[in-house]
């Protein structure tokens, strides 16, 4: 017989306050993922299908009912929305999107935010910036032209290109890694001495079982002290208590950034206060849930209570995670649509 886990009270009473989005272990919900677009111009491998089926625009949310699902979100207690994929920047529209929640500013709402491989964000990023967008994090892999492209399937200079360009607008970016020891696992200090002297704050990701669990071997995954050791020869670092975030933050030489996402070695379910919902419209509690829950039919006017019970309910049975779990999840939708 088996017994639910027993997180500890890690939410502090002013999230309490703020939130009316708990489970069942007492974790409040303060932070969404939106997926704009299941459509990408890469091909990573963590995350992209070896043959991607696109969806329909047809089958898209609008901006009009994802507009109304982040008024009820926020009214509900979310503070912080990001946008993803997908490619958001594929998304046409995704600049007025942004536009528009700014106006969920004076109901709650602290920050927009965006994921995206930069591919595109050399032509958006002044655009993006005066609509609001508060931050970006931009996926990079490798430093290295070869190794980049063996991994994404794409050039590296638009995606330089695009990071300079959104530094020129003002716009404050995090650099994304996801590491596999048989891609990019001999180029970790390179890309952490990169991103140092542009400044950039980096985060590296353990390769995670999202996708053709089939494909993911444990052996490739690179672990948070794998990588913290490989960089210890070259920087001095402080380790940080860790806190909602779900990097394990170090501090390299008193002043630069560094986060470790350790998802296999070192699971943090027991802090997640994140939800994601689906292009199409569906509630994701959890990455590595097997189903999500249909809002769509609920985005329209007249059925906000029957929205908002639903969601109530869906958090609520938010299961304890992969802490608990420890496999991949088996189900229809992939990575690249679930609003990583």
């Keep these: 017989m088996t017994h639910p886990i027993a997180f500890p009270a890690l939410t502090s009473s ?10 069942q272990f007492g974790r409040y919900k303060q932070k969404l993922r939106i997926s704009l677009t299941d459509r990408c111009n890469f091909h990573c ?3 992209m299908p070896d043959h991607p089926q696109w969806l329909a625009k047809k089958d898209l949310l609008s901006f009009e009912e994802l507009f109304r699902f982040c008024q009820v979100m926020v009214q509900l207690g979310i503070e912080h929305i990001r ?3 997908g490619e958001p920047l594929m998304r046409q529209g995704v600049v007025h999107f942004i536009r528009d929640l700014q106006q969920l500013k004076t109901q709650g709402l602290k920050r927009i935010s965006m994921t995206s491989n930069a591919f595109y964000l050399k032509k958006h990023a002044v655009a993006l910036k005066q609509a609001g967008l508060d931050d970006i994090n931009i996926s990079l892999d490798s430093i290295q032209a070869n190794t980049f492209f063996a991994m994404t399937q794409k050039n590296i200079e638009p995606v330089l290109e695009g990071i300079a360009a959104a530094q020129q607008a003002g716009l404050k970016i995090k650099l994304n890694c996801v590491v ?10 390179e890309l952490t001495q990169w991103a140092y002297q542009q400044q950039l704050p980096l985060r590296f990701i353990e390769y995670m079982p999202l996708d053709q669990p089939e494909h993911w071997q444990r052996h490739k995954v690179i672990s948070e002290d794998e990588i913290i050791q490989q960089l210890k020869p070259y920087f001095q670092i402080q380790k940080q208590q860790r806190q909602h975030d779900p990097a394990t933050i170090y501090r390299l030489n008193d002043h630069y950034e560094l986060g470790v996402i350790s998802t296999i070695s070192k699971p943090f379910c027991q802090s997640c206060n994140r939800l994601r919902l689906t292009a199409t419209g569906e509630l994701f509690t959890c990455l590595f849930a097997n189903t999500g829950t249909a809002l769509r039919d609920l985005l329209q006017p007249n059925r906000e209570q029957f929205l908002l019970a639903t969601i109530r309910q869906a958090v609520w ?6 802490i608990a779990q420890q496999q991949a999840p088996l189900r229809k939708i992939s990575m690249h649509a679930i609003g990583g």
């Design 180 to 189: 596999l020891a048989d891609k990019n696992a001999s180029e970790i200090v």
């Design 83 to 85: 946008l993803t994929g």
């Design 317 to 322: 049975h938010k299961k304890a995670g992969f």
């Design 14 to 23: 002013v999230e309490q306050n703020t939130s009316q989005l708990v489970d």
């Design 45 to 47: 491998a963590y995350c």
